[in-house]
Each structure stands twice: as C-alpha cells, then as structure tokens.
C-alpha cells in the first residue's frame, strides 16, 4: 500500500506565505506525476501545480508567478511554496501521485488526505 501525508497548512493573512509538504511512503518502485490540487466547500477540486518525475511543471493560471512545485526524488517528497497569497487561495490542499509498486509497467494513482489553508485577516 502506498500512503500520501500532507502537512504545513493553517492560517496566514493576505500577502503571506505557507509551504505544503507531501510524503510519499509505502510500496513505492518509482513515481511519475506529482500534483496539488485544492478544493473548496461545494465545488470541484482543481488542480494547482503539476511536476514530473523530471521536473518539469505547469501551474493554473491562478497560482503562476506565486506558487512554486518541487520535489525530492530521493526521499519521495512533493512541495508547494505558497506566496502573496490571497483570500480566494483559501482551500483544502490535496497531493496526489502517479505510482509505480514493482517493475510492471502499472500505475496507480494515490491521494492525500488533504490539508486547510486558511487567508484571512
């Protein structure tokens, strides 16, 4: 089994900054995608931030030129630096990834449990 943990949400005013963290633990052969998506009450979750297994990255308009996405291959981990962030970036913030367990060409995809951002004043 593979598991996904989020952590380094809470609460920080407008204007301020908050890096998310994702730890990818388990069965883990190798890991393609990494993703953040957000979600709040009543609607969809989208995506935030996009990085492969290369590092290459691509960002929803609303988030670019504030949001950073990074990895650590070695240790199986996905971040998300947050800056100038703004009331309307407030959300649940979820990882998720595209994951290899064994030499198969097979890949699941695994979510996290997510985790508050909370913009506020």
């Known amino acids: 089994q593979v598991q996904l943990v989020e952590s380094g949400g809470g609460l920080v005013e407008p204007g301020g900054s908050l890096r998310l963290s994702c730890a990818a633990s388990?069965?883990?052969?190798?890991?393609?995608?990494m993703r953040w998506y957000r979600q709040t009450p009543g609607q969809q979750r989208d995506l935030v931030a996009t990085?492969?297994?290369?590092?290459?990255?691509n960002y929803a308009d609303s988030v670019k030129e504030r949001f950073t996405i990074s990895r650590n291959n070695a240790i199986n981990m996905v971040y998300l630096q947050m800056t100038s962030l703004k009331p309307e970036d407030t959300a649940v913030y979820y990882c998720?990834?595209?994951?290899?367990?064994?030499?198969?060409?097979?890949?699941?995809?695994?979510w996290g449990q997510g985790t508050q951002v909370t913009v506020s004043a």
């Open positions: 388990g069965t883990i052969f190798s890991i393609n995608a």
């Open positions: 998720n990834a595209d994951v290899r367990k064994d030499a198969t060409l097979t890949w699941y995809r695994y």
């Open positions: 990085i492969t297994s290369d590092g290459r990255t």
